[in-house]
């Protein structure tokens, strides 16, 4: 090891070496050094799930072939179904998820860090043998599967967005549930008196408006815990969307709740791209409408002074106000906008989707958005990606029970929901937020 050589820089004046706190008793006591915490959660759950893997696809593994699918019969490039043959493979994937897990335990214990892309690696081999293992003598269409995926995606992707932009401006947005169901309802009463989908989508957007200018107003000027605002709205709204179905729109569905839909519009070169094509370039006017603003709110929320503004808000109020910008007022027109997304998000049930307005139809959807958000770390993109996740969950669950699955229909029922609190709980663990969300500021 070289030795520092005394320069002019260094020396003490008169020439000598400087004090330090080996060679001066009144020396300062040099900065205590880091100490770097290992955490065993990814070597645990790695382990877990490789043991169950063991368990799964070797001790009770399954003969015969499964068999992947990845065109449609309307592609323009035809790719071969790829056959695995299902216990050989459940026995490599088993392996290669042991091995994973030895190497997240060694980076663990010489106190590196298990990075994101052994995560996702091991996610994807795990997925592989399950799927293998779960569809053993049947076939499993990989573009449907992942065309659904994208379908049950696009409410929770709208709800999570505004869900970003309310908490990231000091707002807890609860009530996505609620902002979700009215503009369900609004888009397919408004599209059907109308004959127009267009309009409708005009509708859904004011609706979830106004359900987000209540939570604003209770939480924002009164005072309210912004908690219980949100639960109260999406009981409110859950309420009164069922009383007006029972006793109106079910007196005359064919005026009031048979709304045109959006058809899917294919976009050329795109959608004839194996695999891609189908599932992202074929789809609705909505479904383009959440790519962009995806694109949007996180080039707007890291990129322009807008977002320099809400981040600044929603992390220390006190300090946004000293330079002049009006808190509340930040906060009011804000939530107003993240409810307008989420209504974009309630319009696809109705106008893309179902086609028509069902009781209760967004079936908890609100929350697992919320739960997205904080997956996501507030973060537009990772939360979108984990909106797809959970989306993916459950169309695997209708994939599973249509090719008869040996997986029972019970966890199949409670599958996205499994991975929901997982996620949460067990990969995200410990998270900060915005500091100020969730907390009213009152000015000076």
Do not use: C
């Amino acid at each position: 090891m070289s030795e520092s050589v005394p320069t002019r820089s260094n020396l003490a004046p008169g020439g000598g070496v400087p004090p330090t706190e080996h060679n001066h008793p009144d020396s300062a006591p040099s900065a205590p050094a880091v100490v770097l915490v290992k955490s065993w959660k990814a070597p645990i759950a790695f382990g877990i799930f490789a043991l169950v893997s063991i368990i799964l696809f070797v001790v009770f593994g399954r003969d015969g072939d499964s068999t992947f699918r990845l065109s449609t019969d309307v592609d323009l490039i035809q790719l071969p179904a790829v056959v695995l043959p299902t216990r050989p493979t459940g026995v490599v994937v088993a392996v290669l998820l042991v091995l994973l897990a030895v190497y997240s335990a060694w980076l663990v214990a010489s106190s590196r860090k298990v990075r994101l892309w052994v995560m996702a690696v091991f996610a994807v081999i795990f997925l592989i043998g399950f799927l293998t293992w779960a569809s053993a003598g049947q076939t499993i269409p990989i573009p449907g599967l992942l065309i659904g995926t994208v379908s049950l995606s696009v409410p929770l992707i709208f709800g999570a967005l505004g869900g970003v932009i309310s908490e990231r401006v000091g707002v807890v947005n609860v009530a996505i549930e609620g902002q979700l169901l009215a503009g369900a309802f609004v888009s397919a009463v408004v599209a059907s008196v109308t004959g127009n989908p267009y309009v409708g989508l005009v509708g859904a957007v004011i609706a979830g408006t106004l359900v987000s200018f209540v939570l604003a107003a209770f939480s924002i000027k009164y005072l309210v815990d912004q908690v219980i605002v949100g639960v109260v709205l999406n009981v409110l709204v859950t309420g009164l969307t069922s009383f007006l179905y029972s006793q109106v729109l079910t007196a005359d569905p064919t005026l009031l709740n048979s709304p045109p839909r959006f058809q899917a519009v294919p976009i050329p070169l795109l959608s004839e791209i194996p695999i891609i094509g189908p599932t992202l370039f074929r789809q609705t006017l909505i479904v383009y409408l959440m790519y962009i603003a995806v694109a949007v709110v996180f080039f707007a929320l890291f990129k322009t002074k807008w977002g320099l503004r809400v981040r600044a808000v929603g992390e220390h109020p006190q300090a946004a106000d000293t330079v002049g910008i009006k808190v509340n007022l930040t906060r009011f027109w804000n939530v107003s906008l993240a409810g307008a997304i989420a209504g974009l998000g309630g319009a696809y049930f109705t106008l893309g989707s179902v086609g028509s307005f069902q009781k209760e139809m967004t079936a908890g959807a609100g929350y697992i958005a919320l739960a997205a958000v904080i997956f996501g770390r507030w973060d537009p993109i990772r939360a979108t990606l984990a909106a797809l996740l959970f989306g993916f969950a459950t169309n695997m669950q209708y994939v599973l029970g249509v090719i008869g699955s040996p997986v029972p229909s019970e966890f199949l029922l409670m599958l996205p929901y499994v991975v929901t609190i997982f996620a949460v709980a067990g990969l995200v663990g410990r998270v900060r937020g915005p500091a100020a969300a969730g907390k009213p500021y009152v000015s000076a």
